[in-house]
């Protein structure tokens, strides 16, 4: 089993910068999981936002391309998400997956069905 912390979330002013973090951890996980952030607003359906592979590879939705950024710390085993420029359409609950079975195709990474495990969330308020 895989368990997944996500921390960092809060409210800030249209511009701002927020650091999400996500902490792994269990018998099954190792360095050569791959992972993601998503986010999922009221109403809306869960939508991918970035991933990285096991090498370090990345993949962004085009909407935050330039202003998101996703690295991992293997010697914590904790993933980020530096977010800059927020925006008030970025308002969401943000989660990090993980999975063992990393694509071939780095697009993949950004995919709901890609990934086994999930954490409980961390909100972002963005206000204009």
């Known amino acids: 089993q895989v368990q997944l912390v996500e921390s960092g979330g809060g409210s800030v002013q249209a511009g701002g910068s927020l650091r999400l973090s996500c902490a792994a951890s269990?018998?099954?996980?190792?360095?050569?999981?791959?992972m993601g952030w998503f986010r999922q607003a009221p109403g809306r359906e869960r939508e991918g936002v970035a991933g990285?592979?096991?090498?370090?590879?990345?993949y962004y939705t085009d909407s935050v391309k330039g202003r998101f950024t996703i690295s991992k710390d293997n010697a914590k085993n904790t993933l980020y998400l530096q977010m800059n420029s927020l925006k008030p359409e970025d308002t969401a609950m943000y989660y990090c997956?993980?999975?063992?079975?990393?694509?071939?195709?780095?697009?993949?990474?950004?995919?709901?069905?890609?990934?086994?495990?999930w954490g409980q969330g961390t909100q972002v308020t963005v206000s204009s």
């Open positions: 997956a993980a999975t063992r079975g990393c694509p071939l195709d780095t697009s993949r990474l950004i995919l709901t069905y890609t990934y086994d495990y």
């Open positions: 990285i592979s096991a090498g370090g590879r990345t």
């Open positions: 269990g018998s099954s996980y190792s360095l050569g999981y791959c």
